[in-house]
C-alpha cells in the first residue's frame, strides 16, 4: 500500500540554524500538507499545499516558515531561523483530490529537537 | 471553527480486555479520521470513516454523522495497543483536519 514517507525522523538542531524537512507524498496524491505537534499537545495544522501554492494556512505558519515542492516527488517545509519553541513532531500528510471529504494520508513524522 | 472532543482521556487495560473511545464533533463533518500515535511518537493512520462502520482486524470503528460522534473499538487488546488514539475533522470550507486532545491507552500485562 503507498504511503507517505518522511525524513530524517529525527532532526537536532541549534538555535538560529536553518532546517529543511522533506517529504514524499504519495505518488498520484495532489494536496499535500504540514502539521505540527508539540510535546504533549494536540496535532495542529500549519499549511495546505496546491498547484504550486498555498491554499491555506494557519496562524502558526509565519513568515520563518516556508513551503516547496522542488521536484515532481519531494515536498519540503523549510524553518529559516529556528526557536526553541520549534521543537516539536512535524508531520506531512497528501490527499488524491482538495476538499474536506478526502481523506489525508499522514507521514510517521519527523522529530525537530532544537537547542 | 469545529470543535473535536475525545473521551475518555485516560484509559488502562488489561491484556485482552475491550475498550470504546469516542469522539464527538460540534459540526456536521463529511470526513472523520482516526489514528494511532505510538510510543515512538510516530502517527499511523486507521480510519476514514465519515459514516458507518469499519473494521481492521481487532479494531472497528463506527461514525453518525448525524449525532456528530464516533467511535473507535478496540477488542482482546494488546500492549502494542499503547499509545495516543487520535480524531480529527475538518471544518466548514477548509482542508485542514482539526485534532482532538486524544485519548492516551496503556494497555498492562
Known amino acids: 500500500e503507498p504511503e507517505v514517507t518522511q525524513t530524517p525522523s529525527h532532526q537536532v538542531t541549534q538555535m538560529g540554524q536553518e532546517v529543511i524537512l522533506r517529504c514524499v507524498p504519495i505518488?498520484?496524491?495532489?494536496?499535500f500538507y504540514w502539521y505540527r505537534q508539540i510535546l504533549g499537545q494536540k496535532v495542529e495544522f500549519l499549511v495546505s499545499f496546491y498547484n504550486n501554492e498555498i491554499s491555506e494556512k494557519s496562524e502558526i505558519f509565519d513568515d520563518q516558515f516556508s513551503v516547496e515542492r522542488p521536484d515532481g516527488s519531494n515536498f519540503t517545509l523549510k524553518i529559516r531561523s529556528t526557536k526553541l519553541e520549534d521543537s516539536a513532531m512535524y508531520f506531512c500528510?497528501?490527499?488524491?483530490?482538495?476538499?474536506?471529504?478526502?481523506?489525508?494520508?499522514f507521514g510517521p513524522g519527523t522529530r525537530l529537537t532544537v537547542t | 471553527g469545529i470543535q473535536v472532543e475525545q473521551s475518555p482521556p485516560d484509559l488502562i487495560l488489561q491484556e485482552g480486555a475491550n475498550s470504546t473511545l469516542r469522539c464527538n464533533f460540534s459540526d456536521s463533518v463529511n470526513n472523520l479520521q482516526w489514528f494511532h500515535q505510538n510510543p515512538w511518537g510516530q502517527l499511523i493512520n486507521l480510519f476514514y470513516i465519515p459514516s458507518g462502520t469499519k473494521q481492521n482486524g481487532r479494531l472497528s470503528a463506527t461514525t453518525v454523522a448525524t449525532e456528530r460522534y464516533s467511535l473507535l473499538y478496540i477488542s482482546s487488546s494488546q500492549t502494542t495497543d499503547s499509545g495516543v488514539y487520535f480524531c480529527?475533522?475538518?471544518?466548514?470550507?477548509?482542508?485542514?483536519?482539526?485534532f482532538g486532545k486524544g485519548t492516551k491507552l496503556s494497555v498492562i500485562p
Open positions: 500528510a497528501s490527499s488524491r483530490w482538495g476538499g474536506a471529504e478526502y481523506e489525508q494520508y
Open positions: 505518488s498520484n496524491h495532489l494536496y
Open positions: 480529527a475533522a475538518p471544518g466548514a470550507g477548509s482542508y485542514q483536519l482539526t
